[in-house]
């Protein structure tokens, strides 16, 4: 998804052990243990952000799958439980902040995109969705994606493709994967190339906020373009929506532009920082 620039508040500094005074820094002296008294206490080791837990762990796990590979269920089972663990206070987000409020009660709210990290393998990023939000049917191609809803309750309705490719215009088939509420705290989501849900659209029943990880990342000259779709509104000619015995249901998607009332806009991540060493 195209997402539009948008000022964020600058990144601060590390507070040095420093204090200010006559216009002066002057750095604060450490007092030595006198002598006899025995070795200083060791310093408490810090807690390794949950971010940082995260980025490590998709470092690992998509680096060794390889470009583009989707990878082993050992590796996706270690980045969705570092996912499961992680809470919205690990990202320093609210449901009280700007991102989730609906600035005309009357229109279509703007999906905020905060970015964590971004590299050829993979990307981690945080949605914000006020209530009524909606980000539209759209397709991963050729992607690994993890969802984890870390506050609110969406309605998600998902899809894969009933049948490969082919280069014919016009609407395709496509089954229904999912269809109903999630509602925070819930496991995280996963979904595949072709398997999973590929094609999903969120609609935020209130203040909403999914950190995806998305492996690789869109890349147009990659051809993983982001691609959105409509239900087909000519889907009566081709065949409407099905049920079939088994109790699946399909349904005649066709690509459409983004929704003209669709705002994604990108803003600062001000939660801990990914440091890539």
């Given at each position: 998804?195209?997402?539009?620039?948008?000022?964020?508040l600058?990144?601060?500094?590390?507070?040095?052990?420093a204090?200010?005074?006559?216009?002066?820094?002057?750095?604060?002296?450490?007092?030595?243990?006198?002598?006899?008294?025995?070795?200083?206490?060791?310093?408490?080791?810090?807690?390794?952000a949950?971010?940082?837990?995260?980025f490590?762990?998709?470092?690992?796990?998509?680096?060794?799958?390889?470009?583009?590979?989707?990878?082993?269920?050992?590796?996706?089972?270690?980045?969705?439980?570092?996912?499961?663990?992680?809470?919205?206070?690990?990202?320093?987000?609210?449901?009280?902040?700007?991102?989730?409020?609906?600035?005309?009660?009357?229109?279509?709210?703007?999906?905020?995109?905060?970015?964590?990290?971004?590299?050829?393998?993979?990307?981690?990023?945080?949605?914000c969705?006020?209530?009524?939000?909606?980000?539209?049917?759209?397709?991963?191609?050729?992607?690994?994606?993890?969802?984890?809803?870390?506050?609110g309750?969406?309605?998600?309705?998902?899809?894969?493709?009933?049948?490969?490719?082919?280069?014919?215009?016009?609407?395709?088939?496509?089954?229904?994967?999912?269809?109903?509420?999630?509602?925070?705290?819930?496991?995280?989501?996963?979904?595949?190339?072709e398997?999973g849900?590929n094609?999903?659209c969120?609609?935020?029943?209130?203040?909403?906020?999914?950190?995806?990880?998305?492996?690789?990342?869109?890349?147009?000259?990659?051809?993983?373009?982001?691609?959105?779709?409509?239900?087909s509104?000519?889907?009566?000619?081709?065949?409407?929506?099905?049920?079939?015995?088994?109790?699946?249901?399909?349904?005649?998607?066709?690509?459409?532009?983004?929704?003209?009332?669709?705002?994604?806009?990108?803003?600062?991540?001000?939660?801990?920082?990914?440091?890539?060493?």
């Open positions: 998804m195209q997402v539009e620039a948008s000022g964020g600058p990144e601060l500094e590390g507070s040095r052990s204090s200010w005074v006559g216009g002066a820094i002057r750095r604060r002296r450490q007092r030595r243990p006198r002598h006899g008294a025995g070795a200083a206490p060791q310093a408490m080791a810090t807690p390794v949950a971010v940082q837990r995260l490590e762990a998709c470092r690992e796990v998509f680096n060794d799958a390889g470009p583009g590979a989707v990878p082993p269920p050992a590796g996706i089972e270690r980045v969705k439980a570092v996912l499961d663990s992680i809470t919205a206070e690990d990202v320093g987000l609210t449901p009280n902040m700007s991102y989730f409020r609906r600035v005309d009660p009357h229109g279509t709210p703007k999906i905020t995109y905060l970015h964590l990290y971004k590299c050829e393998a993979f990307s981690i990023g945080i949605f969705l006020p209530s009524r939000g909606v980000i539209p049917l759209h397709n991963h191609p050729g992607m690994t994606v993890f969802s984890k809803l870390l506050f309750t969406m309605h998600v309705k998902s899809y894969d493709w009933a049948a490969a490719q082919q280069d014919i215009p016009g609407p395709r088939l496509a089954k229904v994967k999912s269809d109903g509420i999630l509602t925070a705290p819930h496991e995280t989501s996963v979904l595949y190339p398997d849900g094609m999903h969120f609609t935020a029943q209130n203040a909403c906020a999914v950190l995806d990880v998305l492996g690789p990342p869109y890349d147009d000259g990659s051809g993983r373009h982001c691609q959105y779709y409509n239900v509104s000519s889907a009566i000619s081709v065949g409407g929506s099905m049920l079939m015995p088994g109790g699946d249901s399909y349904e005649w998607l066709e690509e459409s532009e983004p929704p003209q009332d669709f705002y994604l806009v990108g803003s600062a991540y001000m939660g801990p920082r990914i440091l890539d060493q």
